[in-house]
């Protein structure tokens, strides 16, 4: 389901709409992160590509990276680990 990108608890953050990930998106990502998973463990957010995401975005998901729910994990993709904020690198493990 996955990878069909139908699972409901895998959530691809995407804004093809804009050049940059509308802060409305990740708002929408942060109230999403405290509903329960619908069929697995954990509810899964992927940003494909987290140099979409503006300062002020990544603002937004601080509180949630540091204080959110125990079953929501979020996978930011990125060229370098340089796309995102030092305060939001803290708060992930590098891969």
Same mark, same amino acid.
């Not at 699972?7 to 093809?16: G, S």
């Not at 503006?54 to 509180?63: A, H, M, S």
């Given at each position: 389901? $996955?990878?069909?990108?139908?699972?409901?608890?895998?959530? #691809?953050?995407?804004?093809? *709409?804009?050049?940059?990930?509308?802060?409305?998106?990740?708002?929408?990502? &942060?109230?999403e $992160?405290?509903?329960?998973?619908? *069929? @697995?463990?954990?509810?899964? +957010?992927? +940003?494909?590509?987290? /140099?979409?995401?503006?300062?002020r975005?990544?603002?937004?998901?601080?509180?949630?990276? *540091?204080?959110g729910? @125990?079953?929501?994990? +979020?996978? +930011?993709? $990125? &060229?370098?680990?340089? /796309?995102?904020?030092?305060?939001? &690198?803290? &708060?992930?493990?590098? #891969?």
């Amino acid at each position: 389901k $996955a990878a069909a990108d139908i699972h409901p608890d895998v959530l #691809w953050v995407r804004d093809p *709409e804009h050049k940059n990930i509308a802060v409305d998106i990740v708002r929408e990502v &942060r109230s999403e $992160a405290y509903l329960r998973p619908n *069929e @697995g463990a954990r509810k899964i +957010f992927i +940003f494909p590509d987290s /140099a979409l995401l503006t300062e002020r975005d990544q603002n937004v998901l601080l509180k949630l990276l *540091e204080d959110g729910p @125990g079953y929501a994990a +979020f996978i +930011f993709c $990125a &060229r370098t680990s340089q /796309a995102l904020l030092p305060t939001v &690198r803290s &708060r992930c493990a590098l #891969w």
